[in-house]
């Protein structure tokens, strides 16, 4: 089968391998991504055709292009060689067409000069179509990697040279335009806009899917969504977020990128008490649950609930009862974050069309993190974590799979045998001390 070098983004590459074998289950497309290097943003790889490979990565964001590989080696001379070899047949297929040439040098450079220079080299090709640098029938590249071989302040020396023609382009180009600086709409927590496209492609978000996001606030994750095709959904505990203010919310948004098409509605909830009817199912639900960083993680309830078990609605002076005025505000009881987490995957189990996913962002800290920090429940397969690190905590992208109902065990289990650890949110304002460090300052044993 024909080889193809993927050009990936050189960032968050965790996240890379993960996005592209849920592009490939979407595009129904077989690739072996064993050879995925975090360190190198060349990916060489084996596809039927040339449809294959622009399907593999036309939505892609952590993808720049994909190259139909022509030749490579640890130098010039190796990549001239193999070329040569390689591709000699192919040549008078493109021997009359308009084309470009393109350098690419990563952790290097070649100034314009250089660069000519290294063009001439293919001048054994004997391509005699005009050279139009916009709008070519063909483009042509040659890609570097160079490297330091020795010591950190070793001159760079180049490891890898490739010379491909491209196939095809993602759509990585589109973060800018969905940038948050740019956004009609945004609120304190509003999420990162290219981590938000790449859950989406994770989430498997197609055109027709319906997606829910039960923690909306702004909607950076149904904007994402909706941009694939989904039919957006969300919700949130304080509708304030979502309404927003001075005739600016989330549909603001949806009129800025033109997705009104993809906004089913929102409504205001506690996601513990969700009004969802039971037979309504989610293709995918794409979420960043609240830390309890900003205020403690509440949900609707009294703190003391044997206190006021049997206590009678109040009723005001004028006979209307208080919890049916506009202007009322429900009581608020703490909750633990973990504890959400669980409720987050029973809710996916019992919502979630077979094979449908859960996208969801926890974290953690980096010292203490272990697989006991990742809930689990038995309807449902972990997938993938991908890490995005910060300095002493990061957070997670944590994707699961419905597990089909013919498989599974006939009952939804709704409990984790997990046991609940310290909030996140109490280690994150001690800086992720260790507990007896804390305990030792204070005096305390």
Known sequence: MPQYL????QTHESFRKTELEALARLEHVQVDLS?????????????????????????AILV?????????????????????????????????VSFKFDVISFQGSRTKEEQRELIETFDYLNFDGLI???NPEEIFTVIEEYRRKEYIDAPRVLTKACFGRFIGGSQRDIIDSYDLKKRRYIGTTSFDAE???ISSNIGLVAPGKIVYDPFAGTGSFMVAASHFGGMALGSDIDGRQMRGRRKHSILSNYTQYRLHSNFLDTFVGDFTHN???????LDAIICDPPYGVREGLKVLGSKDTERYADKQPTRLENGDMSHLRPDYIPPKKPYH?????????????????????LCCWIPTSNEEFGERDIPSHPELELLSTC????????????????????????TVIEKSSREYSEQFRDKYFRGFAKAKDVLGASGLK
């Open 6 to 9: 993927i050009l990936l983004a």
């Open 35 to 59: 050879g995925h290097d975090e360190v190198t943003p060349l990916l060489f790889v084996t596809l039927q055709n040339e449809d294959e490979a622009r399907r593999l990565i036309r939505r």
């Open 64 to 96: 720049r292009a994909i190259y139909e590989v022509w030749g490579y080696g640890e130098s010039q001379e190796a990549m001239h060689e193999d070329v040569r070899r390689r591709a000699r047949e192919v040549w008078p297929k493109y021997k009359d």
């Open 132 to 134: 139009r640098m916009r």
């Open 195 to 197: 981590l938000a496209l």
């Open 275 to 281: 009004p969802i009817r039971p037979n309504f199912f």
């Open 337 to 357: 974050f973990d504890k959400l987490l669980d409720d987050l995957l029973y809710f996916a189990a019992r919502h979630l069309v077979d094979d449908g996913r």
């Open 387 to 410: 890490v995005q690190e910060f300095n002493k905590w990061s957070r997670r992208l944590v994707t699961y799979s419905r597990k089909p109902r013919s498989l599974s065990s006939s």
